[in-house]
């Protein structure tokens, strides 16, 4: 139900965006042989749930962007991090509900989309999130440590889920999103 145009914008802010900001830092860095490239990723660029497939697919994307990154800038003193923040208190859940309605409220999906925009933003998993100070310490944490990790999974959900996700099958993992999302069962 998304249009083209959408998912291409959605590549552009979230992949391209910080494709060209890496590429115009790159060349300072390497001269300087350091350098840190911090990428903002999801723990959606782990795991899967429905509706979500654009933003999804950014977020993976953004996570091979970065490994096949981390791997050629080494040589020259280069690390390159990934946030995978989890649930954080921001507007992101309701602006991606909206989404969700708008989308496909009124198509073949509409019982689908109705269950996730009300799985995002429903008081008890809202009041869940975690304060966007956990990013921010996380991006501090990178930036200041000699040898970063190459992932910080932050936030709330991102630990546990991104672990899950590691350890189900993908069928066992649909399984899971959907009653997690409270999908209708047919």
């Known amino acids: 139900d998304v249009p083209l145009s ?5 590549f552009e ?3 391209f965006g910080a494709m ?3 590429q115009l830092v790159l060349p300072h860095m390497r001269e300087r042989k350091s350098g840190t490239v911090i990428n903002v990723t999801s723990m959606g660029g782990k795991i899967h749930t429905p509706l979500g497939g654009w933003y999804h697919g950014t977020k993976f994307a953004l996570e091979a962007l970065s490994d096949c990154l981390r791997l050629e800038t080494k040589p020259f003193g280069i690390d390159v991090v990934v946030i995978e923040p989890g649930g954080i208190r921001t507007e992101w859940s309701g602006i991606a509900a909206d989404g969700v309605r708008k989308a496909s409220g009124k198509s073949a999906y509409a019982r689908q989309a109705e269950a996730v925009a009300t799985s995002m933003t429903s008081e008890a998993n809202t ?5 966007p100070k956990v990013i921010a310490d996380a991006i501090g944490k990178a930036v200041s440590a000699r ?4 992932r910080y999974a932050t936030g709330f959900g991102a630990r546990p ?3 899950l996700r590691g350890l189900l099958s993908d069928r066992g993992f649909d399984g899971f999103i959907s009653r997690a999302t409270g999908l209708p069962r047919t």
């Open 127 to 131: 009041k869940r999130l975690s304060d």
């Open 6 to 10: 959408e998912g291409r914008y959605q």
């Open 13 to 15: 802010v979230n992949v």
């Open 161 to 163: 889920m991104i672990t």
């Open 20 to 22: 060209r900001l890496t």
């Open 147 to 150: 040898k970063p990790k190459t």
